[in-house]
């Protein structure tokens, strides 16, 4: 049994005049305990809406998710969400963020020991001598940081990482993708992450799920990587297997996009991409 | 534009400002007839008249001759009073209400017709039903007041609340903060610059009410004060009254300004 099990989830949106439109259909993907999952896929293919569903921010349509044994439908502390818009609250300093998720996980504890806690945390991010600034006064880069460092202060048993650097400028992006990577090593979470660059995907993930196109979306296929860790960015960028397995998921995205929409012919493609992995 | 710039610009406002003010005292001062003693005065009192009286009347602002004779200080008293009185019971009942109109869209749909139908009644229409059912000159005024305060609070409470972003709501699902954290730490504080301006606009309006309603109550007040000056054919106090009710009304506004700086943050 996987320590996450999304099991056959599908979403449904109502249209204004009364149909329904299906997002994605009967989604099932096993997320083992500590490891690194991705979803990529265009945009509208609904992995955003999956991992909001994951959070319990959504109601899936049908389906269910489990978490350790137990159905999961509204959020939860052991499920934590470094959003792409970072979502700080702008009223408060970067310490009273963190405090307020750190004091909402660990209630029982006393003062002091929060602080020390939340102290450690923002310490870990790179952002002593900033916690008294608000949000607004930070760049993405910050902000960002400082959403990671709320996540994994709650030592929830998922991290949810929604396009977590796409608003990020590309030449901080990869420093904090290492921020990313040295904690996850050091907390061993189960992360499930989207995003639709293919690059992080692969130098970040254990597993990416491939999602075709939307509406209608399906799970295509699951790629492994397997280069060991810790990796080294540098490393991986060079190396022949990385290579193949991006154009192999570029490959695959682009058949996709020529895809005709709301029919059945995701199997068929699903074939076609992974002829292309195989001559690759 | 370098500093200096911009400073010699804000100097040239204020020169302006003492000019046209003086300009506009002299006109005023030389329109008017200077009275002959012994013959009663026509027209308006001038500038030089209006200040004597307003000098008599604040160095002595407190003193009780009895109920139609009361210093400035005390009148200005009375209505600071009831305004305060009115404008914080208004505040909390649309601020609460507004708060849970905000979350609740089918709640709010349900009572914006009533609401918007209500809101534009003028306060005062109110005060005949108050005097009827209260039958107490004094708390009528003040119920006045909490009418006229009410709706742009709540309104602009609903509509504060209702806006509040999504991201913002989330994290406090995902964080399972109580209803109280939530309201406390969340809520208020997103929906505060919205709230602060429906406090900044009905204390306005809430001033302006309190003037008219103690004109029509009557004995104490500053309204009921331009009234009875006027009555007396006192026209230098009630010009002073007026200006006294126009720097009061430039006191709270600025007050709540100053809250709204504090409130407001940047996303």
Redesign the interface.
Known sequence: MAFLEVEYVSKYFSEPNGQQLCVFKDVRLHIQKSEFVTMVGHSGCGKSTLLNII???ETSSKGAIILDGKEIDT???D???V?Q?F?L????SVYENIR??VK??FSEWQSHKINDYVQRYINMVGLAGSEHK???ALSGGMRQRVGLARAFA?QPKVLLLDEPFAQIDALTRGAIQDELMRMWAATQNTVFMVTHDVEEAIVLSDKIALMTSGPSAKLAEIVEVKFPRPRLREEILDLAEFGRIKKHIIQFLKNCAHEQPANDTTADDVVGARRVAAEA | MDQVGVLSERKRAILSSVVLLTVFLGIWQLSVKTPTPGVKAEGLPGPVAVASRAWEMVSDPFYDNGPNDKGIGIQLGYSVRRLSIGYSAAALVAICLGVMLGLSPGLYRALNPYIQVLKPISPLAWMPLFLYTIKDSSQSAIMVIFMSSLWPILANTAFGVAGIKRDYLNVSALLQLSWFKRLWKVILPAAAPAIVAGLRISVGSAWVAIVAAEMLIGGTGIGYFVWNEWNNLQLTSVIFAILLTGFVGLVLDFGFASLAKTLTYKE
Request: hydrophobic content about 60%; glycine content about 8%; aromatic content about 8%.
């Open positions: 959070a319990g921010l959020p939860g502390l499920r934590m969400v959003f818009n979502s609250l702008p009223w408060m307020l998720a909402a996980a608000k949000p607004a709650v």
